[in-house]
């Protein structure tokens, strides 16, 4: 079984900055695509960003140019960097992992983007 505990989240004023992280039980080092989802309040959960075990990424539209993803291989942990936040980026983030097809969830951070 892979566990995944997400840190981070928290209360953030519009314009503010957030930086996600999630540690994974198993080493990450290959096979795995890592990603961050969110859901917000009754809305399905959607992708905000995935990363594959070769570093390619990709985005949704509404946080381009503003959210970066990266992973940490030596750490077995996935970041999610989170800047100029909206209002509308307020949501449960998830972190996920999918590894030969199997997909893990972790618990999920709230982030709040408030003023």
């Known amino acids: 079984q892979v566990q995944l505990a997400e840190s981070g989240g928290g209360l953030v004023q519009p314009g503010g900055s957030l930086r996600l992280s999630c540690v994974v039980s198993?080493?990450?080092?290959?096979?795995?695509?890592l990603g961050w989802y969110r859901q917000a309040p009754g809305k399905q959960r959607d992708m905000v960003a995935t990363i594959t075990s070769g570093g390619p990424t990709k985005y949704s539209d509404s946080v381009k140019g503003r959210f970066t993803i990266s992973r940490d291989n030596a750490k077995n942990t996935v970041f999610l960097q989170m800047n100029n936040l909206k209002p509308e980026d307020t949501a449960i983030y998830f972190c996920n992992a999918v590894l030969q097809g199997v997909t893990f969830w972790g618990q999920g951070t709230q982030v709040t983007v408030s003023s």
């Open positions: 198993r080493s990450i080092s290959r096979n795995y695509m």
